[in-house]
C-alpha cells in the first residue's frame, strides 16, 4: 500500500515535470499567412507593421517564445514611433493624421505573441499535443488518485485524521510548503502577466475546447479544466478524509457541481452556442466586472438572453444573496457554491490550520476586507456614472484607471496570486478572509440578519483548541466555545469543519430562532441552576 | 488591595481568577511551576499526535495576563505560612496574601511497583510528561514496544497516542472491560470491540507485577500478573491521579486524600480555599464523589469560588453530572446517572440499543416504576447538553424522551439520526407504540418552556 502511494507520487511529480517544462519547449517560425490571420483577428491595419513584421519574424525561428515576443515586441515598438511621428508630422491633412492615429498599436505584445506563437508552434509537445496531455494532466491524475485512494485504508477507520500534520514538512510549513507555494505563485504570474507561456497547454486542450465551445482554447479554458479536475482530485480526498460527516460530503459535492457546471461548461457551452457567456452563480462585487460598460454593452446588444443575465445578476446580489444568508447564514455561498471556496475547501484543506488566529489578525482582516468592499463599491459608482452620462472621468480620476487598478491589484494579485500561492504557508482563505469584498457583504447580513450560528453545547466544552487551529477563517472558536458562547462571527463561511474536529461534540452548525441567537454567557450550563440563572440575566 | 493568590495554573485556578478579575479589582497573582501560560491539559494528546503544536493549547494570547491585570510567577511553592499568611517559593521572594486558592490539580497515582523508577517509566498528566514522551516513544525505531497501564481515560488516550505513530501497544486493564468501573458492561464491551479493532494488544484481567530494567537504568520489560514477560521500552503508568498536595502536608490545613473543604470551598482555615481535583468535598452533592478530578466540575469551582471571594458567598452546587470523552474514533458523552451493573441502584434499569455494525450505542437509565429518565450514555452520537439538563430537571419519562429524540440530538446537519431504529427496539422491548414527534426549536431552545 505504502509502495502504491509512493509510486503516485513519483507520477504526480512526473506529470507536474512535463507539464511545467512544456513552458519551455517547442520552436517558432512564423509564416506570412499566419501573421495575417493574427493581424485579422487583433483588428491591425498597419502596413508598416505587416512589412516590419514579414521582415523581422517570417524568416527565421525562434527557439523559445521569450525571445518571438521580444522580436514581436521590437516591432509593435517600431511600428508605433513610426506612426506616431507620422502623426505629429506639421502640415498635413487631418484625415492623414487621423489614420496615423488609427494605426497605432494598443494590443499587448504578449498577448500577439500567444496568438502567433500558438499557430507557429513546432516541436516535440506542438505534434504530439495528445500524447503529452497524458503525460501531463494525465500522469498527475492518476499519481495524485494512487496516492490519496489508499488513504480508506492507510488512515484507519473512518473518523478525524490530523495525525502528523504539524509533524510533516509539506503541512507545517517546511520546505515542500514554500516550494507548492513558489510553484503557485509563479503559475498565477504566468496565467495573469505571461499568458504566452502557456501555449503548449492550451494545444494540449485544444481537442476539448473544440469539444465544448467549438474554438481554440485559451489560458483561461486552460485555467478554467485545471480548476475542475484540481477540485475533482481534491474533492475524493474530502470523500474519504470525512466519510464520517454527511455534511462533508453534501458540502463537497455541491461546490464541485457549481464549479464544473456552472462555472465551466454552462459558459463555454453558450459560448459555442454564440450566446454571451455568464456565470449564473457569480455574483457581483465578486464578479467586479459586472457593471464595466463592455459586459453591460455586450448584455444589452444580445437580446433576451442578455436581459435576463443582467436582471438576473442584479437580483443575485441584491436579493437572493441576504435573503439566502438570512435563511442559512453565508455558508450557502462561500463553502456550497462559491469557486474561489470551492477550491480552498479541496485543494486547500490541508492547509487549513495555517490561518492566524490572533485578534491582531481580526482587526487587519476587518480593515481590509471592508476597504475592498469600499473600493468595489466606489469603482462600480464610478464606472456606472461613466456609463450612463458618457463623462470618462470622475472628480479628476479616470474610471478606467480606477478600473485598471482594481483589476489588477485586487483581481489579479489578490484574488489570485495572493489568494491560492498563499493557501500553503497563511492558510486556505487568504482571500476569503481579507479581500472578498461579496464575502465582507454577506458578513455584514450573517452578523446582523441572520438565523445561522454555531451552537455551543452548553458546558462540554474542554477549551482542547482543535476547532481554532482547524478553522481556515481564523476565528478563534475555542473563545466562545469554551464561554458557553454561540458563534456569531461575519467571516465564518459555515465549512463546518469545527464541529468536525471537536472531540467532544461541542459545536453545531445550524439556524434556528433569531431570539437568543447571541448569548454571552457568564458561569456555564452544568453548575447550579440559580447561580447561573442570577449571573446570566444580570 | 486585597491580595488573592492562586497557586495553580490550570481550568480551576484559571477560571478563578477570570472570574475575580472580572468582578473585583483585586490584586491577582497565579503561581505556577508547570509552564508559564495557562493551557488545556486535555489537549496534551493532540500536541504529540501532531494535530495541534504546544502554542495551539493555549486558551488565551500571552498579552491577555497582562492587560487583565492578572499576575502569573512560574516558581515552585514550598512551604504556606498560614498564620502570617505567606508563601515560600522555591526562587522568588516569599508572596504574601489576603486570601489563598490552592488548585494544584492532581499527580499520577503510582502503586509502588518494583522498577518503577526506571527510565521509560511515566505517567501523562503534566506538560514535562508530553515532553519526557517525545523523547521516551519519538517513534517505532525507538520505541518497539509500548505498554500502558490502567484502563481509564488517560490509559486509552496514552495508547491512541502512541498508536498514532504506529508503535505497537499492550494495553494492560484490570477489570474484566475496559472502564467498567464507570460503564454498564455492554458499554464497556463496545469499547474493547473499538479498542481491539484498531490492533492494540487489549489484556483484560490483567495487572502490572514488576517493571524490569535493562542497560542504563531503561525499561526492558514488565511481567504482567499472568507472569508474562513483555518486552518493551516504555510503560505508561495511568492508573488513576490523585491529588497533588504533598507541599501542604505539614502545614495546619487540613487534609483527607485531598484538601477537605465545605460546601462554600473552604478549608479549615479562614481565606484558605481550595478548588479543582485537589479539593476533597466534605459535604457531597448527590451521587457525586468528593474528589471529582474532571475538567468541568474544576471550572465550576473556579467559577463559584471566585463570586464568594467577590462578596457574593455562594455554595458549591453542581447541576446534574455530565461528562464527555473520546476513545479513538468513538465520542462519548454522559447526563445524569448512568451506574456500572455492580453499582445500580435499587430502581435503576437500563434501555439498551445498539448499531448493528458500527460503534454507535445508547445506554439510557430510567427509574422501574415511574419510567423517569435517570440519565443516559451515548457513543457516536451527540446530545445536547441544554435539552438533557431539562429533561432530568423535569424528571421527564423516557417514553418522552425518546419521542423527542430529536430535539436532544446535536450531531452535524445531514446525519443519520437513527431514531426510527431506536425507536422500534424500544417499541419491541417494552410492548410500546411510541412515534417520533417532530423537532421543536422552542423546546430546543427554550427547553424550560411551557408553551406547546
Redesign the interface.
Known amino acids: 500500500m505504502k509502495q502504491l502511494q509512493q509510486l503516485g507520487i513519483v507520477l504526480f511529480l512526473l506529470g507536474i515535470f512535463t507539464f511545467s517544462s512544456a513552458i519551455f519547449m517547442g520552436t517558432f517560425s512564423p509564416t506570412k499567412a499566419q501573421l495575417t490571420a493574427l493581424m485579422t483577428e487583433k483588428g491591425i491595419s498597419s502596413k508598416v507593421f505587416e512589412s516590419k513584421a514579414v521582415a523581422a519574424l517570417t524568416n527565421s525561428s525562434f527557439n523559445n517564445i521569450h525571445s518571438l515576443k521580444n522580436a514581436l515586441s521590437a516591432v509593435v515598438l517600431k511600428t508605433n514611433d513610426d506612426h506616431r511621428a507620422a502623426a505629429k508630422k506639421k502640415g498635413i491633412s487631418k484625415e492623414a493624421r487621423k489614420e496615423a492615429y488609427g494605426n497605432i498599436i494598443y494590443s499587448a505584445p504578449k498577448d500577439l505573441a500567444f496568438i502567433l506563437g500558438k499557430a507557429s508552434a513546432k516541436g516535440l509537445v506542438a505534434e504530439n499535443s495528445l500524447l503529452f496531455f497524458w503525460l501531463s494532466f494525465g500522469l498527475g491524475i492518476f499519481g495524485a488518485l494512487l496516492f490519496i485512494v489508499p488513504q480508506v485504508i492507510t488512515e ?5 485524521k ?7 514538512n509539506s503541512t507545517n510549513r517546511g520546505f515542500i510548503a514554500w516550494g507548492v507555494f513558489a510553484y503557485l505563485i509563479g503559475f498565477y504570474l504566468v496565467l495573469y502577466f505571461a499568458p504566452q507561456y502557456t501555449i503548449h497547454w492550451t494545444l494540449m486542450l485544444d481537442p476539448l475546447s473544440y469539444a465544448l465551445n467549438g474554438g481554440p482554447a485559451s489560458q483561461w479554458f486552460v485555467y478554467g479544466f485545471m480548476y475542475c479536475v484540481i477540485m475533482v482530485v481534491m474533492a475524493i480526498r474530502m470523500y474519504i478524509k470525512y466519510r ?4 462533508q460530503i ?1 458540502r463537497t459535492t455541491s461546490v464541485l457541481f457549481f464549479q464544473i457546471v456552472f462555472a465551466f461548461l454552462i459558459p463555454e457551452i453558450m459560448t459555442r452556442l454564440q450566446l454571451p457567456a455568464t456565470d449564473f452563480k457569480n455574483a457581483f462585487p465578486l464578479d467586479y466586472d459586472f457593471f464595466f460598460s463592455w459586459n453591460l454593452n455586450k448584455l444589452i446588444d444580445s437580446g433576451g438572453l442578455g436581459l435576463f443575465i443582467l436582471v438576473w445578476g442584479i437580483l443575485l446580489t441584491l436579493v437572493v444573496v441576504p435573503v439566502m444568508v438570512y435563511f442559512f447564514g453565508k455558508r450557502w455561498y462561500c463553502s456550497w457554491v462559491c469557486g474561489c471556496g470551492g477550491l480552498a475547501e479541496t485543494l486547500g484543506d490541508p492547509y487549513r490550520q495555517h490561518s492566524s488566529k ?2 491582531f489578525s481580526w482587526k487587519v482582516e476587518r480593515w481590509l476586507v471592508h476597504g475592498v468592499l469600499v473600493f468595489a463599491v466606489l469603482m462600480t459608482a464610478a464606472t456606472l456614472y461613466s456609463f450612463f452620462t458618457g463623462n470618462t472621468s470622475l472628480v479628476g480620476i479616470k474610471t478606467q484607471s480606477i478600473q485598471n487598478t482594481y483589476s489588477f491589484l485586487i483581481g489579479a494579485i489578490f484574488a489570485g496570486v495572493i489568494g491560492t500561492g498563499f493557501y500553503p504557508i497563511f492558510g486556505n482563505r487568504v482571500w476569503c478572509r481579507f479581500g472578498c469584498p461579496l464575502a465582507a457583504y454577506l458578513g455584514f447580513v450573517q452578523r446582523f440578519k441572520s438565523r445561522f450560528r454555531i ?1 455551543t ?4 466544552c ?5 476547532c ?2 482547524y478553522c481556515e477563517m481564523g476565528i478563534d472558536v ?2 466562545y466555545a ?1 464561554k458557553g458562547e454561540n458563534i456569531v462571527r461575519s467571516s465564518c463561511v459555515g465549512c ?1 469543519v469545527c ?3 471537536c ?3 461541542v459545536l ?3 439556524q ?2 433569531e ?2 441567537r447571541i448569548n454571552p454567557t ?11 440563572d442570577l ?1 446570566n440575566k444580570k | 488591595m486585597e491580595q488573592v493568590v492562586i497557586i495553580g495554573n490550570g481550568i480551576a485556578g484559571i477560571t478563578a481568577a477570570r472570574h475575580i478579575r472580572k468582578n473585583s479589582n483585586a490584586a491577582i497573582t497565579v503561581i505556577s511551576s508547570e509552564t508559564p501560560h495557562f493551557f488545556s491539559r486535555t489537549a496534551l494528546m493532540y500536541v504529540y499526535m501532531g494535530h495541534m503544536t504546544f502554542e495551539h493549547t493555549k486558551p488565551y494570547e500571552d498579552w491577555f495576563w497582562e492587560k487583565n491585570r492578572i499576575g502569573l510567577v512560574q516558581d515552585h511553592v514550598k512551604q504556606i505560612d498560614t498564620e502570617k499568611k505567606q508563601l515560600f517559593l522555591d526562587q522568588s521572594a516569599p508572596i504574601s496574601f489576603d486570601k489563598l486558592i490552592i488548585a494544584t490539580g492532581s499527580k499520577p497515582s503510582f502503586h509502588q511497583w518494583p522498577g518503577q523508577e526506571l527510565k521509560g517509566v511515566q505517567g501523562l498528566y503534566h506538560k514535562r510528561d508530553l515532553d519526557l514522551l517525545e523523547a521516551n516513544a519519538p517513534n517505532a525505531q525507538v520505541c518497539k514496544r509500548a505498554v500502558v497501564v490502567g484502563g481509564g481515560l488517560i490509559g486509552i488516550e496514552l495508547a491512541e497516542m502512541l498508536h498514532s505513530r504506529h508503535i505497537p501497544v499492550t494495553f494492560l486493564v484490570r477489570e474484566a472491560h475496559f472502564w467498567e468501573g464507570v460503564l454498564p458492561t455492554k458499554n464497556a464491551k463496545l469499547l474493547n470491540d473499538h479498542i481491539l479493532s484498531h490492533g492494540i494488544d487489549l489484556r483484560l484481567n490483567t495487572e502490572l507485577k514488576e517493571i524490569i530494567g535493562g542497560d542504563q537504568g531503561k525499561v526492558k520489560a514488565v511481567l504482567t500478573s499472568d507472569n508474562e514477560l513483555i518486552e518493551c521500552q516504555l510503560v505508561g503508568i495511568t492508573t488513576g491521579v490523585q491529588p497533588n498536595i504533598d507541599f501542604i502536608k505539614n502545614t495546619p490545613i487540613a487534609l483527607d486524600k485531598g484538601i477537605l473543604v465545605n460546601k462554600y470551598l473552604e478549608t479549615n482555615i479562614a481565606g484558605i480555599y481550595a478548588i479543582g481535583d485537589c479539593a476533597q468535598q466534605t459535604e457531597v452533592t448527590g451521587l457525586r464523589r468528593p474528589i471529582e478530578a474532571v475538567w468541568y466540575t474544576g471550572r465550576m469551582m473556579g467559577e463559584t469560588l471566585a463570586q464568594t471571594i467577590c462578596g457574593n458567598k455562594t455554595a458549591y452546587k453542581p447541576g446534574h453530572w455530565f461528562n464527555s470523552a473520546k476513545f479513538f474514533e468513538v465520542e462519548y458523552q454522559t447526563y445524569g446517572w448512568v451506574n456500572t451493573d455492580k453499582r445500580k441502584q435499587e430502581h435503576e434499569q437500563h434501555f439498551h440499543w445498539q448499531h448493528p455494525h458500527e460503534p454507535i450505542a445508547i445506554t439510557a437509565a430510567y427509574h422501574k416504576e415511574t419510567n423517569q429518565l435517570l440519565g443516559v450514555n451515548v457513543f457516536g452520537i451527540r446530545l445536547r447538553h441544554a435539552v438533557l439538563d431539562a429533561w432530568l430537571s423535569q424528571h421527564k419519562s423516557l417514553d418522552y424522551c425518546l419521542a423527542h429524540w430529536a430535539d436532544a440530538l446535536f450531531d452535524p446537519e445531514f446525519s443519520n439520526s437513527h431514531q426510527k431504529d431506536l425507536l422500534n427496539h424500544y417499541n419491541t422491548v417494552f410492548q410500546k407504540a411510541l412515534k417520533p414527534v417532530k423537532k421543536s426549536w422552542t423546546k430546543i431552545f427554550n427547553p424550560f418552556s411551557t408553551k406547546k
Open positions: 484507519g477507520p473512518k473518523g478525524i490530523n495525525n502528523g500534520i504539524y509533524k510533516q464520517h460527516v454527511n455534511y453534501l490572533s485578534l451552537t453545547n452548553g458546558g462540554q474542554i477549551s482542547c483548541g482543535n481554532s487551529t475555542r473563545a469554551q463546518g464541529s468536525a474536529v472531540p467532544r461534540g453545531k452548525l445550524e434556528g430562532p431570539s437568543g457568564e458561569i456555564l450550563l452544568g453548575n447550579d441552576v440559580s447561580l447561573i449571573l
